[in-house]
């Protein structure tokens, strides 16, 4: 089989899953015989493996009672011509479909999801360039600081009278352009960032990818792709991975059910942290960009961005009733990484330790001796344990103050009604704008910190305000009745 060379800038792993004339070697869970397969994303970009089965098809799967929780292991490893070989892994069989066949027997079709699909070359030429595959990556409303082009050749001839006549030939380019790219260097790493176009990817929504010239590591990818998420203002999307040789030839895929934060990433942003460009909205300067993407990703580790994002994104994919508790979680997350490299800048408790002790003795002794029950004598000394530690309100006061950040009346406000969401409080009628307000105060509370602790930018963009005004990282978004005077 030969492994052909980069065309068009789509994700390959499927394409070739479905066109690489493979034998599956070992079913792992799936029925067999199976005479047929094919390999989709569904509407959710899960992917979706479709076995065609003969009517005498069986499965050696273990069979476990619906609502079991585990990991799925399950492995299905397939050999292709000429040396290529695949591997689906995470493999859940979940339909099986009979149908009447022309001699009446019931064939099937099984529906099967998969969580990682996998193709390699192993007489392949060392990969030099990999491509990460996004969605959610649009073009518009983004102005792009670079072209991209793609050029297309075709010939075409035609014989009047063959044997003795004329012949008539014809050469024609297509070429087509956009401002879709952005060209970033982090780590001594230079790497594209490319809005594609429909005509790329027609099943895809916001189809992008990141060209990387030179192979980076699996680690140092997902940095780059949390540190864009967070510099566009963009839920990215991930697909999966190619590698090509030195002449675009494919050496391995990946593809993955991706995950869109139940679509709601498709309906959000962008909302840019920070001014990326120093005149237009939505502009992209590589130089701001750069910066941005580097400070962010050589925070990865430090804050644990891995796992703050994700409790970022969901936040700005929750409805207002509950988004100010998840904002919170998410400012609360950011501050801890914050505090835990730099002791001091947080008080360990209302009093030093070496008074606490004792007093923690004196009132537990008060406790055993008053006249309570017993039940209620043990909660009380349980409560002890953190009777001494600092509120949330003075953390985060102690640590924008160590920032250097002011913290507005109203994001002080938005900051202690956060709980009321997490402990079921309605907004109250007539009071639902402030709600969403308060929602881009705590959201913007966490992109000002989040800037300044990673070095990423000197301004933030106030989406509390109306035209969303570019303010100074330590300037607080000014109160509701300041704006209104």
């Not at 401002?179 to 001594?188: E, P």
């Not at 005149?279 to 701001?288: K, P």
């Not at 402030?434 to 929602?439: E, F, K, L, T, W």
Request: proline share 6%; charged share 20%; with cysteine.
């Amino acid at each position: 089989m030969a492994v052909h060379a980069l065309v068009d800038l789509a994700e390959e792993c499927l394409n070739i899953l479905n066109d690489g004339h493979f034998e599956i070697i070992d079913p792992g869970p799936l029925h067999t015989p199976i005479q047929g397969f094919s390999i989709k994303r569904d509407e959710n970009l899960r992917l979706i493996l479709e076995t065609d089965v003969a009517p005498n098809a069986t499965s050696q799967a273990i069979d476990r009672p619906p609502g079991t929780v585990r990991m799925t292991t399950e492995r299905v490893l397939m050999h292709g011509l000429g040396g290529l070989d695949a591997e689906l892994v995470g493999v859940i069989p979940y339909s099986l479909k009979t149908r009447s066949t022309g001699t009446n027997e019931h064939a099937g079709r099984e529906e099967t999801q998969v969580h990682i699909a996998k193709t390699n070359y192993p007489k392949g030429a060392p990969a030099t360039y990999v491509i990460d595959w996004l969605e959610n990556l649009p073009s518009s409303p983004f102005v792009w600081p670079t072209v991209s082009r793609m050029t297309s050749s075709t010939s075409s001839e035609r014989a009047i009278a063959f044997e003795d006549g004329i012949t008539i030939t014809r050469d024609s380019n297509r070429y087509r352009s956009s401002h879709n790219t952005a060209k970033v260097t982090v780590d001594g790493c230079t790497f594209y960032i490319c809005a594609l176009d429909r005509e790329d990817q027609p099943a895809a929504l916001k189809p992008g990818c990141i060209v990387y010239d030179g192979t980076p590591d699996d680690g140092f990818r997902k940095k780059v792709r949390t540190a864009l998420s967070f510099a566009l203002g963009l839920y990215l999307v991930d697909l999966g991975t190619t590698h090509y040789d030195r002449d675009w030839h494919v050496v391995s895929t990946l593809a993955r059910s991706a995950y869109s934060l139940g679509r709601r990433a498709f309906d959000m942003g962008p909302d840019e942290l920070a001014p990326l460009h120093p005149h237009y909205v939505h502009g992209l300067d590589a130089t701001q960009l750069t910066r941005a993407v580097t400070a962010l990703s050589s925070a990865f580790v430090e804050l644990d961005l891995a796992n703050l994002s994700w409790a970022y994104w969901h936040a700005c994919a929750a409805t207002p009733h509950i988004a100010p508790a998840q904002f919170g979680a998410a400012i609360e997350a950011l501050q801890t990484a914050y505090i835990k490299g730099r002791p001091g800048v947080v008080a360990e408790g209302w009093a030093p330790r070496a008074a606490w002790k004792p007093l923690r003795v004196s009132l537990g002794a008060a406790i055993d001796g008053s006249d309570i029950p017993d039940d209620a004598k043990a909660a009380l000394k349980m409560k002890l344990a953190i009777f001494n530690a600092v509120d949330q309100r003075t953390r985060l006061k102690a640590v924008m103050s160590a920032l250097g950040l002011q913290l507005g009346a109203d994001e002080d406000a938005a900051w202690r009604r956060r709980n009321k969401a997490a402990h079921g409080a309605p907004i109250p009628e007539g009071e639902e704008l402030a709600g969403i307000r308060d929602v881009k105060l705590l959201r913007g509370l966490f992109h000002r910190m989040l800037l300044r602790i990673t070095n990423a930018a000197d301004q933030y963009i106030d989406y509390t305000s109306p035209g969303f005004d570019y303010r100074l990282l330590e300037t607080a978004p000014p109160d509701v009745a300041h704006m209104s005077s």
